[in-house]
């Protein structure tokens, strides 16, 4: 783990490496991951000129596409239309399109750029799909949802930032997301089924009002596994009534809280 005074040694072009670890408000920060600490902090690149964030943004997404984060051009040209610096608090915009999680508040952080490109593009999200997110935390995720689908569902188990996330996201014109406050584990039954469902904390068993709640022809994006373990982000998709499951690619994500934790 790197400490601030160390950081604030390194070069910043250290910092763009990939990180697939995800984090996302309604999980607690996971001791061992990326802490707030390991963030430059404010002030240690200061810049002489404004920064000039949709260069930055380009620059993030070219080196998401040569990592092969991200080739879908739909999900591309949503994270260039998302101003992932307005989803970050003010002391942390400068380095808002590095790819890594940032923090946002309430000890949670916003995720790594590329893994939200990974499961946005893994949902294969089509213009007239109703999504359901659960883990909103400052709202980034929703609003790269909010460009591909008809509406974007997003629950938050911190009302605090389901709060701001409904401000920042109604300020921005996204009016095809709803926010609220509540326990994820339990879905928003009275919109399902859903086209599809991204969830951004780790379950340790997949939650079976999710899977219920899933369309048929659904995808749902989901990490799976123990905190500290090993976990795996899985695909999942509705045929037939059955859901089938597929190991994607191995992960680091936060716990999911609330009644996941009573299974």
């Given at each position: ?9 390194i ?11 995800a ?23 200061a810049q ?64 790594a ?11 294969e999200?089509?213009?007239?799909d109703i ?5 909103t ?10 460009h591909l ?14 709060d ?21 584990y ?24 999710l ?15 123990p905190?500290?373990?090993?976990q ?24 999911m ?7």
């Amino acid at each position: 783990m790197l400490r601030s005074s160390k950081v604030t040694a390194i070069a910043v072009s250290a910092i763009l490496a990939v990180i697939l670890i995800a984090f996302a408000g309604g999980c607690k920060p996971e001791e061992g991951n990326i802490p707030p600490e390991a963030v430059p902090p404010p002030g240690s690149a200061a810049q002489e000129e404004p920064p000039d964030y949709e260069q930055m943004r380009s620059d993030m997404v070219e080196l998401l596409k040569r990592q092969r984060m991200v080739e879908s051009a739909p999900v591309i040209e949503a994270m260039m239309a998302t101003p992932r610096h307005l989803f970050v608090p003010d002391e942390y915009r400068q380095w808002a399109y590095f790819d890594t999680p940032l923090p946002i508040g309430e000890d949670q952080t916003i995720s790594a750029p590329g893994i939200v490109a990974k499961m946005t593009e893994l949902l294969e999200p089509k213009p007239e799909d109703i999504v359901l997110e659960i883990g909103t935390g400052s709202g980034y995720q929703a609003a790269v949802l909010a460009h591909l689908v008809k509406h974007v569902y997003t629950i938050e188990i911190l009302c605090t930032l389901a709060d701001s996330a409904r401000d920042r996201l109604a300020a921005l014109g996204y009016d095809n997301v709803t926010v609220r406050c509540g326990d994820g584990y339990l879905g928003w039954p009275d919109h399902a089924p859903f086209d599809g469902i991204i969830v951004t904390c780790a379950p340790e068993e997949i939650p079976q009002p999710l899977q219920d709640q899933l369309k048929e022809g659904g995808r749902m994006v989901i990490p799976v596994g123990p905190e500290g373990g090993a976990q795996e982000l899985y695909l999942l998709e509705k045929q037939e009534g059955v859901v089938k499951k597929s190991a994607v690619l191995p992960v680091i994500f936060v716990p999911m809280t609330g009644e996941a934790q009573q299974h």
